[in-house]
């Protein structure tokens, strides 16, 4: 069973999950151009946040264990602050095309720099492949958006 920190930084994970899509949906908005890019973006964000509710849900059936390690709540309280502020801004309008895909490649390899996913541990094999998604995912995003970086330098 989770201790009440060890759900905490779960909610954690997924409430940055969303908040990327949100942001991402705010871009799809705001750059039509591209509205393809960052909707796709957004569409995998939600379904990642899906995916740790499942590990979620499947924890409390022993088929997954979560290790938190190395894992600072307090850092991704800090990256959440700052994926706010990131939205706000995006909201009021603030930022520019290249200024968002900036903001994804920071957002996107600070995930992968951090490994955020490698915290469970699967006992079901069925639910193995979910965490190597997470971080496969991840990792295609942020070469997306190197990928559209590139095309406006």
Request: with cysteine; charged share 35%.
């Amino acid at each position: 069973m989770l201790e009440d920190y060890q759900k905490k930084i779960i909610d954690l994970l997924c409430k940055q999950e969303l908040l990327l899509a949100k942001l991402y949906e705010i871009f799809a908005d705001q750059f039509p151009e591209h509205k393809d890019f960052w909707q796709d973006l957004a569409k995998d964000e939600q379904q990642h946040a899906g995916w740790i509710k499942k590990l979620y849900l499947a924890e409390e059936e022993d088929l997954v264990a979560f290790s938190e390690g190395k894992f600072n709540p307090s850092a991704m309280n800090i990256y959440i602050e700052n994926l706010e502020k990131t939205i706000r801004r995006a909201e009021n309008k603030e930022i520019n095309l290249k200024m968002a895909i900036a903001s994804t490649l920071d957002f996107e390899r600070s995930l992968i720099e951090k490994n955020v996913f490698s915290h469970f541990e699967i006992i079901d094999e069925k639910l193995s492949g979910i965490m190597t998604k997470l971080e496969s995912e991840t990792r295609r995003h942020l070469k997306k958006a190197e990928d559209m970086m590139t095309r406006f330098r």
